[in-house]
């Protein structure tokens, strides 16, 4: 059974930092590309950023581009985002995704083909 659980989600004001972990059991992190997905209130869910699984290659929105980093810790099994420079536009359930792919550089910017999700763990950002 695959399992995505991500946890460090809460308050923070604007301006602060704060890092989400997503921790995988049942696959292993570094065969998957990964995806951070974000539904703020009222709006559709949008992709942020999206890895291929070496780290060759990544896409960051220009929403996040700057301030948002990803990393991974292969002993854990478990990735991370890194938020920074938060802004109150950045509340929202964040996801984290995993894409199934044999090419060492794919990534995707579209849900759809991502294979498994995290449960979402909120955001708020406010003063």
């Known amino acids: 059974q695959v399992q995505l659980v991500e946890s460090g989600g809460g308050l923070v004001q604007p301006g602060g930092s704060l890092t989400l972990s997503c921790a995988a059991s049942g696959i292993t992190w570094s065969d998957y590309a990964i995806g951070w997905f974000r539904q703020a209130p009222g709006k559709e869910r949008e992709g942020i950023i999206s890895?291929?699984?070496?780290?060759?290659?990544?896409h960051y929105e220009d929403s996040v581009k700057g301030r948002f980093t990803v990393s991974s810790d292969n002993a854990k099994n478990s990735v991370s985002l890194h938020m920074n420079s938060l802004k109150l536009e950045d509340t929202a359930v964040y996801y984290c995704a995993a894409l199934q792919t044999q090419n060492d550089y794919y990534f995707s910017t579209f849900g759809y083909e991502y294979t498994y999700w995290g449960q979402g763990t909120q955001v708020t950002v406010s003063s």
């Open positions: 890895v291929s699984r070496n780290h060759g290659r990544s």
